[in-house]
């Protein structure tokens, strides 16, 4: 279960603060498919990024019984002086992870090389994506927060992707952003909707594609 409970978030600016998400409450249990939609600059990237650790909430509470991912192919939490192999022998301290599996793992599905090597400041934010993509799912985590802009690369790395997340991962929970309809419709089973900083929880997916097109 992964419950967020009134999560409030405000940003300083020059005359106050910037409310962009008001009370906001929802549950997921363990396998559920949650697709949060909502217009750009709604909140939503903001509230995967505080249930991912990513960002600190101003308010609220934040409980779960299984492991939760980051946001995936979020590669701001690496360390920019470090090369992505150094980066990922910190990951494999922190987790505990062999890490001579995990590099032939990450080094096949990034796809980059000789380029692991070098200082990850010096990455594209592409190749940044593919290498936090990559650790993101070499770690089973039970539930995976999926912002849609990870789909990055070609169409042979999008589809590795897609087999990687919705096909041998089918068991597990999912927390997915999108501008997609047809991508929600796909892959949830449990739409809500970011509208005026609240969240709208919808009884089917497509009630909250159809509360999206209607704002």
Known sequence: MLRCTDIVKDYHVDHGTRRVLDHVSFQ??????????????????????????????TSGRIEQNMSVSWPLAFGGAFQGSLSGLDNLRFICRIYNLDYKKTRQYVDDFSELGRQLMDPVKTYSSG???RLAFALSVVIEFD??????????????????????????????ALVIVSHDMNFIKEICDRSAVIHNRKMIECSSVQEGIDLYHSL
């Open 127 to 129: 190749m940044r994506a």
């Open 143 to 172: 539930c995976y927060l999926i912002d849609e802009v990870i789909m990055v690369g070609d169409a042979r790395f999008y589809e590795r992707c897609r087999d990687e997340l919705f096909v041998k991962r089918a068991d597990r």
């Open 28 to 57: 997921v249990e363990r396998g559920e498919k949650l697709g949060i939609l909502g217009r750009n600059g709604a909140g939503k990237s903001t509230l995967i990024k505080i249930v991912g650790g990513v960002e600190l909430a």
